[in-house]
């Protein structure tokens, strides 16, 4: 076995106690400063009274746990999972795999053909774990067998788990920043709809605003397209991009909510809609 190879299969028995020592610091380090801060987070929701984003951010941890727990007990399994051997026959061609056969060794040509492609593998694979994990399966299994899941897919299924998390809680917090700010740009706009019942507010600006929410309805519903639900969904997915809501629907929505709840002209609208937003954000966080 050549000199690189050997490191490679290096056992802990032969690694200097200071390389293991400066991994665990490190990871205990990371993972002391990710749970304390997600602790401060939420100490700081419940001191600011957002209950909702506190169950939330409980739900997410403990989902992550169960992540972590899964991963845990893969790792501790994996040795049973890839002797377990089946007849090579159900892998062979089979219809359930996501690639075939000639689709992955077709790509492992264009990996090895591709510089900046074998510089990403590199960085992915950088010391060549498929080689190792592929001489672990070796010898496992007699003729015309092979492992359940073989040791490399194990390891592929670790990685997918790690990405499913970080997309998972990154895809979270940047939904909540994104809602978060395009409701706080309408604070200026609940402003002026207070401003405009002490009678602050022009004649004119006063009558174009009411024109402008008597056609509220109208023009939402005269379109036929809005008819179709699908058709709704796809038009208000590309909105949301942009301005889904202009100050004429946020007064016209306001106005008829304190209509129909026979609240006060000076009632927060924008702050139930935040407080909406909030409970919303608790029952879409989840896996």
């Known amino acids: 076995m050549s000199e690189r190879g050997g490191n490679e299969f ?70 049973i999972i890839s002797n377990i051997c089946i007849p090579s026959k159900y892998y062979h061609e089979s219809p359930f795999a996501p690639c075939s056969k000639k689709e992955v060794e077709e790509e492992s040509r264009n990996i090895n053909n591709s510089k900046e492609r074998r510089v990403l593998s590199f960085f992915a694979y950088p010391y060549q774990p498929r080689r190792i994990l592929a001489a672990l399966d070796l010898n496992i299994c007699r003729k015309h067998h092979e492992p359940f ?8 299924l670790h990685r997918f788990i790690f990405v499913m998390a970080f997309t998972h809680v990154s895809y979270s917090c940047l939904t909540m920043l994104l809602a978060i700010l395009k409701i706080h740009s309408w604070r200026a706009w609940e402003n002026e709809a207070r401003m405009d019942e002490n009678n602050s507010l022009r004649e004119t600006t006063r009558a174009l605003t009411m024109q402008r929410q008597s056609t509220f309805v109208r ?33 016209s929505l306001r106005q008829g909510f304190i209509l129909n709840h026979n609240l006060s002209a000076k009632y927060d609208f924008h702050s139930y809609m935040i407080r909406s937003m909030e409970d919303e954000f608790q029952c879409i966080v989840g896996l």
């Not at 899941?149 to 592929?156: K, T």
């Open 219 to 251: 023009v939402h519903t005269s379109n036929p397209m809005d008819r179709h639900k699908i058709l709704v969904w796809v038009t208000c997915f590309f909105r949301q991009f942009g301005r889904s809501v202009v100050r004429a629907d946020y007064l």
């Open 10 to 79: 290096r056992s802990l028995a032969l690694t200097p106690t200071w390389s293991v020592a400066t991994v665990l610091t490190v990871f205990v380090a990371v993972s002391l400063f990710v749970e304390r801060s997600i602790h401060w987070l939420g100490h700081w929701l419940k001191k600011t009274g957002r209950k909702p984003l506190v169950a939330a951010l409980e739900k997410m941890k403990e989902e992550l746990m169960l992540l972590g727990f899964i991963s845990l007990v893969l790792t501790a399994t994996s040795g």
């Open 149 to 156: 899941v073989s040791n490399e897919g194990l390891e592929q």
